[in-house]
């Protein structure tokens, strides 16, 4: 039997009235703030999130402020149809997918600048004004919802730390969880973007991964976090792909490490394959660099 679609609004009005009438049933929301193209690393947020409120809001929107004017926002990927389609079948409450112009009204003129994690010299170096985009859209999400909730993939790892920070920054009543990153067999994070690749980049695209595990690996066993990612940004570089950065930092600021025995430490990467730019982290395990007697 084919599930019931979920009820989709576009309007800030709507999704409020929504919201405020669960609310007023003493109900609890989630949002998973999305762009769409749904695979499986999102639908795994949907199920996280509702596991921990009554209601599930899923927004989809293509935000055009956190695309640089070389970037894929004309190609990204969109399918709303199908997008609905996988969210009936989790049965999702409520989706929102505002226009452009309702996002972004005509006269528009405000930013939610960010900096601590928007500032670590990883994404930012290469994506300039990306946090900011990503900043104010879901600022304006969380406002126009108003969740108790919401979700944000590790797998865009320094996105959510910016948006952890932005919500306490701004006193937002929300809780912010991170969802774990929903990988391919071979170890590839989901993507949207991964349809970009073609077959013979896909095959490669899972040595970012394991390029990360290998550099984890000698971090945990006692080795030079510094010199892991260099060894990491070789093996990659080798295998054809070209490394925008690969980097260990604090996992809770994303500043540089400054005492690699103590501080949990996150593992980043950001590399292309052809035209396609692939992102990835994973966490140096604590318990084993204790017992490597680190
Ligand atoms: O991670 C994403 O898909 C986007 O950056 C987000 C959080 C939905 C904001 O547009």
Known sequence: MKAALPKIVRRINALRTQVAAWRASGETVALVPTMGALHDGHLALVEEVQK?????????FVNPAQFGPNEDL?????????????????????????????IYPTGFASKVLVNGPAKAGLEDKYRPDHFAGVATVVAKLLIQCQPDIAIFGEK??????????MAIDLDLPVRIVGGATRREKDGLAMSSRNIYLAASERATAPLLNAALHEAGGRIAEGGDPAK?????????TRAG??????????????????????????????????????????????????KAGA
């Open 52 to 60: 921990r409120a009554g209601r599930v809001v899923v927004s989809i």
């Open 74 to 102: 004309a190609r990204y990927p969109r399918d709303e149809r199908g997008d609905t389609a996988k969210l009936a079948r989790l049965g999702t409450d409520l989706v929102y997918a505002p226009s452009p112009a309702e």
């Open 156 to 165: 865009d790892y320094q996105q959510l730390m910016v948006i952890r920070r």
């Open 228 to 236: 892991a990612a260099a060894a990491a940004r070789r093996a990659l």
């Open 241 to 290: 792909f070209r490394v925008d950065y690969v980097a260990a930092r604090n996992a809770d600021t994303l500043a540089a490490l400054t005492a690699p025995r103590e501080e949990p430490i996150r593992l980043l990467a950001a590399a292309w394959l052809g035209r396609t730019r692939l992102i990835d982290n994973i966490a140096v395990k604590k318990a084993s660099r204790k």
